[in-house]
Structures are given as C-alpha cells and as structure tokens.
C-alpha cells in the first residue's frame, strides 16, 4: 500500500525530474570534444552553422548538427579567432583579433581562406563584427588614441575599410569592448550602427550619440557584453562581471527607445552574461559562464534553461533554431517563432 504522504512525496519526484528532464533536453549538445575557446557563431540557417575559435579553429556543419567538419586555418594556427560571418555553406568571413588584427574570407567551403584586411598596428584588438545583409557589413576595435576602432565593406567582405579616426567615437578612459561573443555591434541599416562598450565606463555609442549604460561598470572586467535589436530603438544589452559569474547585479538594460529611458527588470538573468540575441514575439535568450536563461515576456522576467557553460548564442536567420558555443562544447535549442 502506497500511503498518501508517500504519493505526495513520489508525485513531487516525478514531477520534479520531469521538470529537469524538460529543461534538459532543451539544450541538445551537439559536440563537445573540440580543444578550443568557441567564441564566433553564425547560423546560415537551421543546417548551415559556422563557428570559430582560438587556435585558428573553425568548424562547419550542413546537416543541423548531426555531423561536423573541423579544421585550422593554415598559416593562421596561432591566431585566436573571436567572430565568423556566414553565407552559405561556401562563404564566410572570420575575424582574428590581435597581434595582427586580421580578416579572412573563404568562398570554397573553408579549404582556402583569403587575408582580405590585416593591421599590425601595435596594441590592436578587434572585438566584433556584423553584417546588415549579404553586403554591408561593420568591425570594431578597442580604442586607438582615444577613438574606437571601426571598418566598413560595402562588397560583402572583399574589402574593408577603416572610418577616419577623428570621426570615430571618443572613447573615456578606461573604456573598450568585449570580444566575449561576437555581438557586441549592430547594424541598424545600411549605414546606422550600435555598439555597446565596458570597462570602467559603459556606453550605447552610434556615429551620433553616446548614451550611458545603467549596467554594472567600474572596472576592467565590469560592463556591457553583447547587444540584441528587437527594432531601430528596441534593444536589449547584457554583461556584468565575467569575474562574478553568478551576480545578477545590474546585468542587463534594456530600452525601447533608443536609449532615452530604460526599463526596470523583475527578475533578470541568472549571472553575467556575455550574450543576447532576439528570438521573435517578445523572446529573448541569453547565456554565460553558469547557463542560459530566456525571457517569454520581452526582458522583464527570466527563467534558467540549463546550467551549461556558453560565451555565444545565435539564432538561425532563416529556421528556428538557436545555437551556442563555449569552451569546446556546441549545442543547439529549438524554439517556436
């Protein structure tokens, strides 16, 4: 006989490990045995997924995951890769930050990649890049005597060109950006952009405006991380303190209007966080160096949806699939549009 204490007890564990088990499966790992800090991730669709990392690392699936072809790019076995762009199983762009700060570009499905933009200038560090269609497209880089470091290419990533230095944005002392994800700029059109920085002083910068960002800054490892748009004036921007990766304090702003204003979050996400991205009908998710969290109600509230370690989370452009990467591990959530 099975007494009614016992039931409530057996009732509570099933639901409990249910509860678990949902949470889990959301989270599918894909691989988790590649040697590298995965922080580039660009998904064509819900097959066609690029990824880059440290050690000249970059890999590519066609199949949604199920397989994986991963490889070093010669000649650039040393260069710690922090961003890709993808096409189509074909094309891609790949940034390398420092020591030089280089731009690579691959037409043939990544067996010969093309130096298309290279800077041995000392003391150069390139972040983030983002394209707005299969065109136009934006780098930026920590400051360079006081003004961040931005490229252009209008010629889907031929050629890039750096903006004049007294045009750049003025950077404060103390201030740079993240290459923790890739996603730390944005283009709004064309020609508009936004970037978010960190550090000691944390902004939302466009070629306009400079505006203060009410996130957690003040120091080196202190500041905004990553930047999703919902819309032109619609954006969500997360960070923290990559040294305090279970602090909620002051670990994500959003505002609907440019930056004008920012809303008051209820519950935020579950610790630093170094990405953000936009899933559509008011869904965001996020993830970090303690797991991911999604919000089902445009930012005001978070829930955790696994505990696994990710630097990067991006939706598929086309399907519905989310992606993540961390330190040689992938994953893969699919969600409802």
């Known amino acids: 006989m099975i007494y009614p204490k016992h039931k409530a007890i057996i009732l509570f564990m099933v639901l409990f490990f249910s509860s678990v088990l949902s949470q889990a499966q959301q989270i599918q ?10 922080r580039g991730l660009s998904a064509v669709n819900d097959s066609v997924v690029w990824i880059a990392g440290s050690s000249g690392t970059f890999g590519k699936t066609i199949d949604g995951g199920a397989s994986w072809i991963w490889n070093k790019i010669k000649g650039f076995e040393k260069t710690n890769f922090r961003d890709i762009e993808a096409f189509d199983e074909n094309t891609a762009i790949v940034m390398g930050i420092d020591s030089p700060g280089i731009i690579l570009k691959t037409t043939d499905g990544g067996t010969i990649w093309q130096l298309v933009y290279k800077d041995t200038t000392s003391g150069i560090f390139l972040d983030a890049m983002d394209f707005f269609d299969n065109n136009n497209g934006i780098v930026v880089g920590d400051p360079m005597k006081s003004r961040f470091y931005i490229l252009k290419t209008s010629d889907a990533g031929n050629h890039f060109d750096k903006i004049a230095i007294d045009t750049s944005p003025i950077a404060e002392e103390g201030e740079a950006c993240f290459a923790s994800s890739g996603t730390n700029i944005k283009m709004l059109n064309k020609k508009d952009w936004v970037l978010v920085s960190g550090g000691k002083s944390s902004h939302l910068i466009s ?8 996130i957690l800054q003040g120091k080196e490892s202190t500041g905004a991380n990553s930047i999703a748009i919902k819309n032109k004036k619609c954006f969500m921007i997360v960070g923290g303190d990559f040294n305090q990766k279970d602090s909620k304090e002051k670990n994500i702003a959003i505002t609907k209007n440019g930056g004008k204003s920012w809303q008051v979050i209820t519950t935020p996400p579950n610790g630093y ?14 993830c970090g160096l303690n797991g991911i969290d999604i919000s089902k109600d445009n930012g005001q509230t978070f829930e955790s949806i696994g505990l696994q370690s990710f630097h990067v989370c991006r939706k598929a452009k086309n399907g519905k699939t989310v992606y993540f990467a961390g330190n040689s591990i992938v994953g893969k959530m699919i969600y409802n549009k």
């Open 29 to 38: 790992v894909t691989i988790s045995d590649i040697k590298s800090s995965l």
């Open 207 to 214: 070629s306009k405006n400079k505006i203060q960002i009410p």
């Open 273 to 286: 966080r170094s990405c953000v991205e936009y899933l559509g009908k008011n869904k965001w998710v996020t």
